[in-house]
């Protein structure tokens, strides 16, 4: 049976790797009340990072070490921007709007 190819260099440079590690490093000063916010951001800030990373890339022609950055950058500060977003979408009082709809004529 060979052995699969796997290439310590590439997983380490890739933007979802990177995107894993600058999450992981956010957490330091992460909002969110709890684990499971916690965990809920490291998950969007690494999504962030694996769409946004290289379509900033492509966008911005970046070389495969500066993707690396952008990946660990977007996973970073993608944490934040998860949470921004799911504040407000715990804010929203969708009975209130639903009300308002079915009320007004």
Known sequence: MPTPDIDPARIAGHPVTAGVLG???GLRWA???SIVDKC???AGG???SAFGGPA???YLELTPSQLAVAGLVLGLFGISLVDAVMRAVR???LASI???WTTRR
């Open 56 to 58: 900033l890339g492509e």
């Open 91 to 93: 804010s929203i009082d």
């Open 46 to 48: 690494t999504i962030v």
């Open 40 to 42: 809920l951001n490291v």
């Open 23 to 25: 999450s992981l490093l």
């Open 98 to 100: 639903i009300s308002s």
């Open 31 to 33: 909002p969110g009340l």
